[in-house]
């Protein structure tokens, strides 16, 4: 029946199952926690890995205005998920917001869309990782074998100015998507104090790398600051802004984190807008600055398929005894992000099984450490086939297109439920409804329309198979749709 594609699960059973599981949230945080929180999920590997090749490849050092840009989709995302945040205060992110709100069908597609953030967000944050790798050991002498640390499809440069091509697979990539989810087998996870700490080591790094280059900067390297557009649509002019922007948006996946904690906030309709928009002004601003001070140690222009430009643009200040210092703060940084990529996708695919919609495979749970560990394992493989073998500029297109697309239906959502739920309880409201949504969707849209093309192809052909999967397996097998056609 065409009317099962838009039953709705309900909120009832949702708060149920989540009784049952004892997900019992204390309100315990404030504005600045929340702030802290959002940080702390902001800053990763978008920054320290696609700068450089959004500011080569399309805004040259007008990649600050592209952070900008995707910081203002960001905030009108972010205030649409934090209302759904506070009517669904459950796991399971934005697939569990619309298969109450707006149907089974929309849940599938945005759960199935969460793949191409989560699953190849890991598979680029690892290919970035191995970058940061390589030039720590090269740093000591250490030269790994070309065939085994790169793609067949890229080339590699490091800061000194050593060019590694040639190569057959990406192999450090893989073995840590491997590692990382073996500890999520055995059920490893971070403690607060860990997690507070690696706030603040980011933040540190950031930091310390604008202090300390800005004395070095260049003012030759800002010429010209926007460059001439040259002739197709995305590369350099206003167009390349628009199109660093869709690249550079990676860099701000994490922020939804502080919507997830509305339950858990002292005060949501104050405390919600804060911790949204306060941690996004202030990674736009420690963004702006960082990307400044790269492009101005280095010109725009040698940063072409480079997926360590902050190490290229630091060794340009004479500070080698820092170096690999903020090498492993990065590599550091960039595992705890690839472990909550894992983490959560391996949590949506779970959900996704509960209800049906998946092979019950993605929902058996280890005997011994009660996760989902055939769920593990085939992102394991899946992942690390990704970060092997393709190049990290086009895992990072993939992961900004689907995760603006997502975006797109959960401000869509939001607009659609403020017509047909109007008195609804919400702990926490969008204002300015339907601007707010209108314009995350039209900023994600324009930002979507930016990518290379290549980008929208890949998105069709991967919706087209969930859609193929969903029809052929996931409609006959949902639980909920069982329940309808039975009543």
Same mark, same amino acid.
């Given at each position: 029946?065409?009317?099962?594609?838009?039953?709705?699960?309900? !909120?009832?059973?949702?708060?149920?199952?989540?009784? @049952?599981?004892?997900?019992?949230?204390?309100?315990?945080?404030?504005?600045?926690?929340?702030?802290?929180?959002?940080?702390?999920?902001?800053?990763?590997?978008?920054?320290?890995?696609?700068?450089?090749?959004?500011?080569?490849?399309?805004?040259?050092?007008?990649?600050?205005?592209?952070?900008?840009?995707?910081?203002?989709?960001?905030?009108?995302?972010?205030?649409?998920?934090?209302?759904?945040?506070?009517?669904?205060?459950?796991?399971?992110?934005?697939?569990?917001?619309?298969?109450?709100?707006?149907?089974?069908?929309?849940?599938?597609?945005? +759960?199935?869309?969460?793949?191409?953030?989560?699953?190849?967000?890991?598979?680029?944050?690892?290919?970035?990782?191995?970058?940061?790798?390589?030039?720590?050991?090269? +740093?000591?002498?250490?030269?790994?074998?070309?065939?085994?640390?790169?793609?067949?499809?890229?080339?590699?440069?490091?800061?000194? +100015?050593?060019?590694?091509?040639?190569?057959?697979?990406?192999?450090?990539?893989?073995?840590?998507?491997?590692?990382?989810?073996?500890? !999520?087998?055995?059920?490893?996870?971070?403690?607060?104090?860990?997690?507070?700490?690696?706030?603040?080591?980011?933040?540190?790094?950031?930091?310390?790398?604008?202090?300390?280059?800005?004395?070095?900067?260049?003012?030759?390297?800002?010429?010209?600051?926007?460059?001439?557009?040259?002739?197709?649509?995305?590369?350099?002019?206003?167009?390349?802004?628009?199109?660093?922007?869709?690249?550079?948006?990676?860099?701000?996946?994490?922020?939804?984190?502080?919507?997830?904690?509305?339950?858990?906030?002292?005060?949501?309709?104050?405390?919600?807008?804060?911790?949204?928009?306060?941690?996004?002004?202030?990674?736009?601003?420690?963004?702006?600055?960082?990307?400044?001070?790269?492009?101005?140690?280095?010109?725009?222009?040698?940063?072409?398929? @480079?997926?360590?430009?902050?190490?290229?643009?630091?060794?340009?200040?004479?500070?080698?005894? !820092?170096?690999?210092?903020?090498?492993?703060?990065? !590599?550091?940084?960039?595992?705890?992000?690839?472990?909550?990529?894992?983490?959560?996708?391996?949590?949506?695919?779970?959900?996704?099984?509960? @209800?049906?919609?998946?092979?019950?495979?993605?929902?058996?749970?280890?005997?011994?450490?009660?996760?989902?560990?055939?769920?593990?394992?085939?992102?394991?493989?899946?992942?690390?086939?990704?970060?092997?073998?393709?190049?990290?500029? @086009?895992?990072?297109?993939?992961?900004?297109?689907?995760?603006?697309?997502?975006?797109?239906?959960?401000?869509?959502?939001?607009?659609?439920?403020?017509?047909?739920?109007?008195?609804?309880?919400?702990?926490?409201?969008?204002?300015?409804?339907?601007?707010?949504?209108?314009?995350?969707?039209?900023?994600?849209?324009?930002?979507?329309?930016?990518?290379?093309?290549?980008?929208?192809?890949?998105?069709?052909?991967?919706?087209?198979?969930?859609?193929?999967?969903?029809?052929?397996?996931?409609?006959?097998?949902?639980?909920?749709?069982?329940?309808?056609?039975?009543?």
């Amino acid at each position: 029946m065409a009317n099962q594609l838009w039953i709705r699960k309900p !909120l009832a059973r949702l708060q149920e199952e989540s009784s @049952d599981e004892g997900n019992q949230l204390k309100r315990s945080l404030g504005a600045s926690s929340l702030v802290a929180l959002g940080i702390g999920a902001i800053i990763g590997a978008g920054l320290f890995s696609l700068t450089g090749i959004a500011a080569a490849e399309h805004a040259g050092p007008a990649v600050t205005i592209s952070f900008i840009l995707a910081a203002v989709g960001c905030a009108f995302a972010g205030l649409c998920y934090a209302e759904f945040a506070s009517m669904i205060p459950i796991a399971g992110s934005a697939y569990t917001y619309s298969y109450t709100t707006m149907g089974e069908f929309v849940a599938w597609i945005i +759960g199935w869309d969460l793949v191409l953030e989560y699953a190849l967000g890991a598979a680029t944050v690892a290919v970035s990782w191995s970058r940061y790798l390589l030039e720590f050991l090269n +740093g000591f002498g250490i030269q790994l074998p070309v065939e085994l640390v790169c793609s067949p499809l890229e080339t590699v440069k490091l800061s000194d +100015g050593t060019i590694i091509e040639g190569g057959m697979i990406n192999l450090p990539a893989i073995l840590i998507v491997w590692l990382l989810s073996l500890l !999520l087998i055995r059920g490893t996870q971070g403690s607060a104090f860990m997690n507070n700490l690696l706030v603040v080591v980011k933040v540190a790094v950031v930091l310390i790398f604008i202090a300390l280059g800005w004395s070095h900067i260049d003012p030759a390297n800002y010429t010209p600051y926007i460059p001439a557009n040259t002739g197709e649509y995305e590369h350099f002019g206003w167009s390349g802004i628009a199109t660093g922007a869709a690249v550079v948006f990676f860099a701000f996946i994490g922020f939804d984190a502080v919507s997830t904690a509305a339950q858990e906030a002292k005060n949501p309709q104050r405390d919600m807008p804060i911790g949204i928009l306060g941690s996004l002004a202030v990674c736009t601003i420690l963004y702006v600055l960082f990307a400044h001070v790269m492009t101005g140690l280095v010109n725009y222009k040698l940063f072409a398929n @480079d997926a360590k430009p902050a190490a290229t643009a630091f060794a340009q200040t004479g500070y080698d005894f !820092l170096q690999n210092g903020l090498i492993v703060a990065i !590599l550091a940084g960039y595992t705890s992000v690839m472990l909550v990529m894992l983490l959560g996708q391996s949590r949506v695919f779970y959900t996704m099984s509960k @209800d049906g919609l998946l092979p019950k495979f993605f929902s058996e749970v280890h005997h011994k450490f009660s996760t989902p560990w055939k769920t593990n394992i085939f992102f394991m493989l899946f992942v690390s086939v990704f970060a092997g073998f393709v190049p990290v500029s @086009d895992l990072g297109h993939m992961v900004s297109i689907g995760t603006l697309f997502a975006f797109c239906l959960v401000c869509a959502g939001v607009w659609m439920l403020r017509r047909k739920m109007p008195d609804a309880p919400r702990s926490f409201k969008a204002p300015l409804v339907p601007f707010v949504p209108l314009m995350g969707i039209i900023v994600c849209l324009y930002l979507m329309y930016s990518l290379p093309i290549e980008s929208w192809y890949r998105l069709a052909i991967w919706l087209g198979l969930g859609l193929a999967i969903y029809f052929g397996y996931g409609k006959k097998n949902s639980i909920l749709g069982k329940e309808y056609k039975n009543s």
